[in-house]
């Protein structure tokens, strides 16, 4: 199934595509992708020179419109003032890329930078999507990319060799929930969700717990390795258009997201139950 016509720069009418995190990584990598495939492209960032030479090319290239956005997102004037543009009769796919990770031991960790992860991986794409779908629901058409994880499914596993994340992966659990309940909410209407959870890219995002932006001109790739970004992206666009909720780029098998729907239905069969029989001696001693 092809649907990219229903909402895409094909389908005529509004295609501005709005892209957080564009400056280096994933984010960069939608932008170029979407340009080439002719959305005009709202670019989102801090780094303001970054977002300046990438708008130049994208229009140089591809002959699109190309938008630069500076916003700290983690700023709610910022924020308020990027979700007034996400609201935009124009935009028709809204791709939540931009996160940092704040990693480190819970309690080493500055508690305004936990703070910051939060507003930055929650708030952010939360807000932007309220302000996203009305419009595009009374348009018929749209789409809703949030960027999570596989660090949201990490709950079972020590830190090493994986790093120190209880929030950051706690984050990242948050936009693959989101993202799935309201798709369940949104059921066949015109708007597409996705949520897509990466493994580890090749991409900035461990040159900085993400206080700062990385310095630099151009993006750069942090020394972890990982799978290239533009896989990642490919994965991405092309669950999109299949229809694809939980779009996972390394996942070869696919019914890995069935058997855990089962064993979240299994959890939850704990709901409506009486006490469970471990607990009932405790229950039992206060009567
Ligand atoms: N790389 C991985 O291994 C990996 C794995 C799974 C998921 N992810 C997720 O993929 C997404 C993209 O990350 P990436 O790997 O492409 O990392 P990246 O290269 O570090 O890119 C992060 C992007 O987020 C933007 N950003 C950071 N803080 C911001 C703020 N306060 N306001 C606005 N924009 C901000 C950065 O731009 P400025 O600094 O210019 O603001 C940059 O464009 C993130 O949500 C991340 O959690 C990454």
């Not at 984010?27 to 020179?49: F, I, M, P, S, T």
């Not at 069935?258 to 009486?274: C, D, H, I, K, M």
Request: charged letters at 20%.
């Amino acid at each position: 199934m092809d649907t990219h016509e229903e909402w895409g720069p094909d389908a005529g009418g509004p295609a501005t595509a709005v892209v957080t995190g564009a400056s280096s990584g994933i984010g960069h990598e939608y932008a170029g992708r979407l340009a080439a495939a002719g959305w005009d492209v709202v670019l989102v960032a801090r780094r303001a020179e970054r977002l300046a030479s990438l708008a130049r090319r994208l229009r140089e290239e591809h002959g699109v419109r190309a938008e630069e956005c500076v916003a700290d997102l983690a700023d709610a004037g910022d924020l308020a003032r990027v979700a007034a543009r996400v609201a935009g009769e124009d935009v028709a796919l809204l791709v939540n890329n931009a996160g940092i990770n704040g990693y480190g031991l819970f309690t080493d960790v500055d508690p305004a930078l936990l703070t910051k992860v939060v507003a930055l991986n929650v708030t952010a794409p939360t807000v932007l999507t309220r302000a996203a779908l009305p419009g595009m629901q009374a348009r018929g058409r749209g789409a809703v990319v949030n960027v999570a994880s596989l660090l949201a499914f990490s709950g079972d596993l020590p830190p090493d060799p994986l790093p120190q994340r209880a929030v950051y992966a706690a984050t990242k659990g948050y936009a693959v929930t989101f993202t799935r309940v309201l798709a369940a909410e949104l059921g066949d209407g015109p708007v597409r969700l996705q949520v897509l959870c990466p493994g580890l890219t090749a991409t900035e995002f461990h040159l900085t717990t993400g206080r700062e932006p990385v310095s630099g001109a151009a993006p750069q790739v942090h020394r972890d390795g990982g799978m290239p970004a533009p896989d990642v992206v490919t994965a991405s666009l092309t669950a999109l258009r299949t229809g694809e909720t939980v779009c996972v780029p390394g996942l070869e098998e696919a019914r890995a997201l069935e058997r855990l729907a089962e064993a979240e239905a299994g959890v939850r069969s704990g709901a409506g139950a009486p006490l469970a029989s471990r607990y009932r001696p405790a229950a039992d001693a206060l009567r």
